[in-house]
């Protein structure tokens, strides 16, 4: 079981940028995307169930973000767009083979495989 984050970087203020993240190993029916922060801890971005029939995210990058699944190569992207200085953090993907729930899907315990984190830096 893995899960293989890329497409961090160093961007400006009002740039984008795009993660994705793979999944080996087995299907799963939710997969998200949280943060961490300097000195923060890690908060829930956005989470998509496995056909993309549920999303959820949070209120920070409504509007700025969109997360999709791609079903058959078990993948889950994240598109920044509107990227602020605040949205620097080491982004994470999760992923867990439970049933949708709104609530669970944006909490760290609803999530029982992490990916290594990718840095995400933004500079005004």
């Known amino acids: 079981v893995q899960l293989q984050a890329s497409g961090g970087g160093a961007v400006q203020a009002g740039e984008s940028l795009r993660l994705s993240c793979a999944a080996s190993?087995?299907?799963?029916?939710?997969m998200a995307w949280f943060r961490q922060g300097p000195e923060r801890e890690r908060e829930f971005v956005a989470a998509?169930?496995?056909?993309?029939?549920?999303?959820k995210y949070a209120d920070s990058v409504k509007g700025r973000f969109t997360v999709s699944t791609d079903n058959a190569k078990n993948t889950v992207d994240l598109q920044m767009n509107s990227l602020k200085v605040e949205d620097t953090a080491v982004y994470f993907c999760?992923?867990?083979?439970?049933?949708?729930?709104?609530?669970?899907?944006?909490?760290?315990?609803?999530?029982?495989?992490w990916g290594q984190g990718t840095q995400v830096t933004v500079s005004s």
């Open positions: 999760a992923a867990d083979v439970g049933r949708w729930n709104s609530v669970v899907v944006a909490t760290k315990r609803g999530y029982n495989y």
């Open positions: 190993g087995r299907t799963y029916n939710v």
């Open positions: 998509v169930s496995r056909y993309g029939d549920n999303i």
